[in-house]
């Protein structure tokens, strides 16, 4: 909430009305699809396998995450 409303106060003042509004549309739609998605979703994730490959998959994203900001850290020096 402080992220927003710091970028929302950034926008000119007869923009900041329609900024609360997009952020809020948008806040809507994507715990609205979080929750529809995890009810979807739900037979896939009760086995442990598919368990297996999302850590998987969120441990590659975390170590290229930590390779580019390690990369951009030493170009910077």
Known sequence: MLLVGSI???????????????????????FSLLGFGARWLAPLFARPRAWQVLDGLIGLVMWMLAVLLVRHAFAGA
């Open 8 to 30: 929302g106060a950034q926008q000119p003042p007869g923009l900041q009305p329609w900024f609360a509004a997009g952020a809020s549309t948008a806040s809507i739609t994507w």
